[in-house]
């Protein structure tokens, strides 16, 4: 290769040091090439937070310099965010590839935004080469627990990096070729400058399981059931999805598919031919009253406890149609999110509660198990024998845990960066290192239809009233005289039962008056925000010391 003189910028705007939002900006000389844009689900204590999306306030002003999009595969940690930031960054020249079941899900997911620009996405396949600018790039094959995964061979002007987007090494896929591991080899022949590995199962020992193994363990379900089957699981695990009606099917039942993002990929991917079903096995939710509880399956969303999906709803009889009962087998068939582990606690007592038995992936091995483990993620490196390492997609604790292992298999310390989100990762043939200045990379929450709108601030807001309650004084004062006019007027919600609290409203009354009097009383201009936050700030340590506990306290000050 000959020598190049600048580097290549790297630049993870999501999806390092987490599991999800999924998205990276490779920038040669400014010009830009994205990589995937996801989004992952909010933490515990984001009240009212549907989503957290990345942050790309870096790219604003560079439209003109964005060249396009690849994405990898159809997870919603890859492509979910499209929706919510495709605006901010399109321009009718910007180029987009995906595999065909990416394209298809990402194109009937933007049919609910119909005011945003129609994309026009170029299909992609294995063995697919593109050139973007100064990016030339090749696709392939990489298996993972959903169909049409490709991975990255991307020749910059800097040397070769090589993105493994998700992926597991599978002898047994379903609706799927095994990996192809002579066609993994000759890229590596081809001089890795840069390893890209998903980092997601670092710290699971051994291999990941084959999707054939999954299908058995299923299948144990499936033989000793006599009543209904709950099988939950995310909308885009389609071999899950495929794996449940295939034993629905060999084992008589009919399947009733629950949850709109659920119901939609099953249609894409029939189209498409992921997704293979015999005529009739496919019912509507309604039909169900007319079998044997031993002939139905349901399928649906939910496994993360997620408040709103369907088995939430069912478990919180708050679904339309269903409930739970004795006989019931629920499959929660995912692993645990970090952040979700308490929501999933709480679905299980309330599903066991209603008599239905549960199975999880602790009890037996039917979760996602979508990526690479210790040994599969060892192999990928000395098959690629990479110049440097750099451990993509996975909680903090992932990334490091995956750069042992790089270690381990012969990579030098100094040749592997274990990067964060925002961080700028610069690339060139002989080194690879980290800038000081960073790039905003911080939550951007999506709630309702505002995007970004909820920040730190309405989110902390969000967090003191869930804790602690409000509590809102009106006091009406009298502009001329600068005395308090009746008694103050006070709501409380989630603070303190009113009606059960009169000596504190009492006095807490008799305090707001000598705050006001105390700031009018010298005559002379009135300062009106010194006097709110006097009462925020009094009548806030009053409380503490009263109840130890900090409502969120509005003062409303009306003259008169
Ligand atoms: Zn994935």
Same mark, same amino acid.
């Given at each position: 290769? %000959?020598?190049?003189?600048?580097?290549?910028?790297?630049?993870?705007?999501?999806?390092? *040091?987490?599991?999800?939002?999924?998205?990276?900006?490779?920038?040669?000389?400014?010009?830009?090439?994205?990589?995937?844009?996801?989004?992952?689900?909010?933490?515990?204590?984001?009240?009212?937070?549907?989503?957290?999306?990345?942050?790309?306030?870096?790219?604003?002003? %560079?439209?003109?310099?964005?060249?396009?999009?690849?994405?990898?595969?159809?997870?919603?940690?890859?492509?979910?965010?499209?929706?919510?930031?495709?605006?901010?960054?399109?321009?009718?020249?910007?180029?987009?590839?995906?595999?065909?079941?990416?394209?298809?899900?990402?194109?009937?997911?933007?049919?609910?935004?119909?005011?945003?620009?129609?994309?026009?996405?170029?299909?992609? %396949?294995?063995?697919?080469?593109?050139?973007?600018?100064?990016?030339?790039?090749?696709?392939?094959?990489?298996?993972?627990?959903?169909?049409?995964?490709?991975?990255?061979?991307?020749?910059?002007?800097?040397?070769?990096?090589?993105?493994?987007?998700?992926?597991?090494?599978?002898?047994?896929?379903?609706?799927?070729?095994?990996?192809?591991?002579?066609?993994?080899?000759?890229?590596?022949?081809?001089?890795?400058?840069?390893?890209?590995?998903?980092?997601?199962?670092?710290?699971?020992?051994?291999?990941?399981?084959?999707?054939?193994?999954?299908?058995?363990?299923?299948?144990?379900?499936?033989?000793?059931?006599?009543?209904?089957?709950?099988?939950?699981?995310?909308?885009?695990?389609?071999?899950?999805?495929?794996?449940?009606?295939?034993?629905?099917?060999?084992?008589?039942?009919?399947?009733?598919?629950?949850?709109?993002?659920?119901?939609?990929?099953?249609?894409?991917?029939?189209?498409?031919?992921?997704?293979?079903?015999?005529?009739?096995?496919?019912?509507?939710?309604?039909?169900?009253?007319?079998?044997?509880?031993?002939?139905?399956?349901?399928?649906?969303?939910?496994?993360?406890?997620?408040?709103?999906?369907?088995?939430?709803?069912?478990?919180?009889?708050?679904?339309?149609?269903?409930?739970?009962?004795?006989?019931?087998?629920?499959?929660?068939?995912?692993?645990?999110?970090?952040?979700?582990?308490?929501?999933?606690?709480?679905?299980?007592?309330?599903?066991?509660?209603?008599?239905?038995?549960?199975?999880?992936?602790?009890?037996?091995?039917?979760?996602?198990?979508?990526?690479?483990?210790?040994?599969?993620?060892?192999?990928?490196?000395?098959?690629?024998?990479?110049?440097?390492?750099?451990?993509?997609?996975?909680?903090?604790?992932?990334?490091?845990?995956?750069?042992?292992?790089?270690?381990?298999?012969?990579?030098?310390?100094?040749?592997?960066?274990?990067?964060?989100?925002?961080?700028?990762?610069?690339?060139?043939?002989?080194?690879?290192?980290?800038?000081?200045?960073?790039?905003?990379?911080?939550?951007?929450?999506?709630?309702?239809?505002?995007?970004?709108?909820? *920040?730190?601030?309405?989110?902390?807001?969000?967090?003191?009233?869930?804790?602690?309650?409000?509590?809102?004084?009106?006091?009406?004062?009298?502009?001329?005289?600068?005395?308090?006019?009746?008694?103050?007027?006070?709501?409380?919600?989630?603070?303190?039962?009113?009606?059960?609290?009169?000596?504190?409203?009492?006095?807490?009354?008799?305090?707001?008056?000598?705050?006001?009097?105390?700031?009018?009383?010298?005559?002379?201009?009135?300062?009106?925000?010194?006097?709110?936050?006097?009462?925020?700030?009094?009548?806030?340590?009053?409380?503490?010391? %009263?109840?130890?506990?900090?409502?969120?306290?509005?003062?409303?000050?009306?003259?008169?």
């Amino acid at each position: 290769m %000959k020598k190049v003189k600048g580097n290549l910028k790297i630049i993870p705007l999501g999806g390092l *040091g987490e599991v999800g939002r999924n998205m990276m900006l490779l920038e040669w000389q400014e010009k830009i090439l994205i990589c995937d844009m996801g989004f992952r689900m909010p933490e515990e204590d984001m009240p009212g937070i549907d989503y957290i999306v990345p942050n790309i306030n870096y790219l604003r002003d %560079k439209q003109k310099n964005i060249l396009g999009i690849v994405f990898t595969h159809g997870h919603y940690d890859h492509i979910g965010a499209v929706p919510y930031l495709i605006e901010k960054i399109w321009h009718p020249n910007l180029e987009f590839y995906a595999s065909p079941l990416t394209r298809g899900i990402i194109l009937k997911r933007q049919d609910d935004f119909p005011n945003l620009p129609k994309l026009n996405i170029t299909e992609v %396949k294995d063995g697919s080469r593109i050139k973007i600018g100064p990016f030339k790039i090749e696709f392939f094959r990489q298996n993972h627990n959903i169909p049409d995964n490709l991975g990255l061979f991307i020749e910059t002007p800097v040397g070769n990096i090589l993105h493994t987007s998700d992926f597991k090494f599978d002898p047994n896929p379903v609706n799927d070729l095994p990996t192809n591991f002579q066609k993994l080899r000759n890229l590596g022949k081809r001089k890795i400058l840069l390893l890209l590995s998903d980092s997601t199962g670092a710290e699971e020992e051994g291999h990941s399981l084959s999707e054939k193994t999954i299908e058995k363990n299923l299948e144990e379900i499936f033989k000793k059931s006599t009543g209904r089957i709950f099988a939950a699981t995310f909308a885009s695990l389609i071999n899950r999805i495929q794996q449940i009606i295939s034993l629905s099917e060999k084992y008589r039942r009919k399947v009733a598919i629950e949850g709109y993002s659920m119901k939609t990929n099953v249609e894409i991917s029939k189209i498409l031919g992921y997704i293979k079903t015999k005529k009739g096995t496919l019912i509507n939710a309604k039909e169900i009253k007319n079998l044997p509880d031993s002939k139905i399956t349901v399928l649906c969303t939910g496994a993360q406890g997620e408040g709103s999906a369907v088995l939430m709803r069912v478990a919180q009889k708050d679904h339309p149609i269903l409930r739970f009962k004795h006989g019931d087998m629920v499959i929660l068939s995912s692993s645990v999110i970090p952040g979700n582990e308490r929501t999933v606690q709480i679905l299980k007592d309330s599903i066991l509660r209603q008599g239905a038995k549960v199975f999880h992936y602790k009890m037996m091995d039917i979760h996602a198990g979508g990526h690479a483990q210790k040994e599969e993620l060892k192999e990928m490196i000395k098959i690629m024998r990479p110049k440097f390492f750099l451990p993509i997609h996975g909680q903090y604790s992932m990334l490091v845990a995956h750069s042992e292992i790089a270690k381990e298999v012969g990579i030098p310390e100094k040749n592997i960066i274990v990067a964060e989100n925002g961080q700028i990762i610069n690339l060139n043939q002989k080194m690879i290192s980290i800038e000081k200045t960073m790039v905003p990379s911080n939550y951007v929450m999506v709630d309702g239809l505002g995007i970004g709108d909820v *920040g730190e601030v309405v989110l902390r807001d969000r967090q003191i009233l869930a804790k602690d309650g409000m509590f809102v004084i009106v006091v009406v004062v009298d502009k001329q005289t600068g005395k308090v006019r009746g008694s103050p007027d006070i709501i409380s919600r989630g603070f303190v039962y009113l009606r059960e609290s009169k000596g504190l409203l009492r006095d807490t009354r008799k305090k707001v008056i000598e705050i006001v009097h105390r700031a009018t009383g010298s005559g002379g201009a009135v300062n009106w925000s010194y006097i709110k936050d006097e009462i925020r700030n009094k009548i806030g340590q009053f409380f503490f010391n %009263k109840t130890q506990r900090r409502p969120m306290i509005l003062p409303v000050v009306i003259e008169v």
